[in-house]
T-cell receptor, first 113, second 116 residues
Framework: QQQVKQSPQSLIVQKGGISIINCAYE??????FPWYQQFPGKGPALLIA?????SEKKEGRFTISFNKSAKQFSLHIMDSQPGDSATYFC????????????FGTGTRLTIIP | GAVVSQHPSWVICKSGTSVKIECRSL??????MFWYRQFPKQSLMLMAT?????????EQGVEKDKFLINHASLTLSTLTVTSAHPEDSSFYIC????????????FGQGTRLTVV
């Protein structure tokens, strides 16, 4: 019940295209859903996060879509750039983010020219 | 954003020796620090949660006596891998937060441990 399932495992997108990564969770107590970006040999960095009281959150080229009834959320990267090539992790936490994070399995994104 | 610094960034040690990794919050007081382990091309696995001034809470399957965690101040937590073996080779990452959980947590840059 603590799992967060993430797909796809890897993704190749052409420059300028839209990258979409999906996550699903089971624990209905989760109420904070962040996305992290990790470059090789570095720690993760918070990209964007959402709470279940909204269905969408946008920050620049990054958008989270959230479907509470389906217990799914996704990251959309618009106008994908080579600099976006990294591993992306979705995560979830409960108690308004005051609990530990449960991470998804990660998606390795490659943006090709 | 806030800065969390890990030291060292990488370390090579001989089998049987102990290695200490430091995690510092440079510009905020971290009530809680988390330690993760990440194998190549895999996700982050939480090892333990440490709160300043109290004993760390370890996740199931993590050996307390092997991975010693100390959180003696609001800006410093240390992870000591005792009697390291090659299977302990991994990427260790800490995160720090002013609260008790994920919200507002910042990650360190990670420490690559290689045991030979």
């Amino acid at each position: 019940q603590q799992q967060v399932k993430q797909s796809p495992q890897s993704l190749i997108v052409q420059k300028g295209g839209i990258s979409i990564i999906n996550c699903a969770y089971e624990n209905t107590a989760f109420d904070y859903f962040p996305w992290y970006q990790q470059f090789p040999g570095k720690g993760p960095a918070l990209l964007i996060a959402i709470r279940p009281d909204v269905s969408e959150k946008k920050e620049g080229r990054f958008t989270i879509s959230f479907n509470k009834s389906a217990k799914q959320f996704s990251l959309h990267i618009m106008d994908s750039q080579p600099g976006d090539s990294a591993t992306y992790f979705c995560a979830a936490s409960g108690n308004f983010g005051n609990e530990k994070l449960t991470f998804g399995t990660g998606t390795r994104l490659t943006i090709i020219p | 954003g806030a800065v969390v610094s890990q030291h060292p960034s990488w370390v090579i040690c001989k089998s049987g020796t102990s290695v200490k990794i430091e995690c510092r919050s440079l510009d905020f007081q971290a009530t809680t620090m988390f330690w993760y382990r990440q194998f190549p091309k895999q996700s982050l696995m939480l090892m333990a949660t440490s709160n300043e001034g109290s004993k760390a809470t370890y996740e199931q399957g993590v050996e307390k006596d092997k991975f010693l965690i100390n959180h003696a101040s609001l800006t410093l937590s240390t992870l000591t891998v005792t009697s390291a073996h090659p299977e302990d080779s991994s990427f260790y990452i800490c995160s720090a937060t002013t609260g008790g959980g994920a919200l507002g947590a910042f990650f360190g840059q990670g420490t690559r441990l290689t045991v030979v």
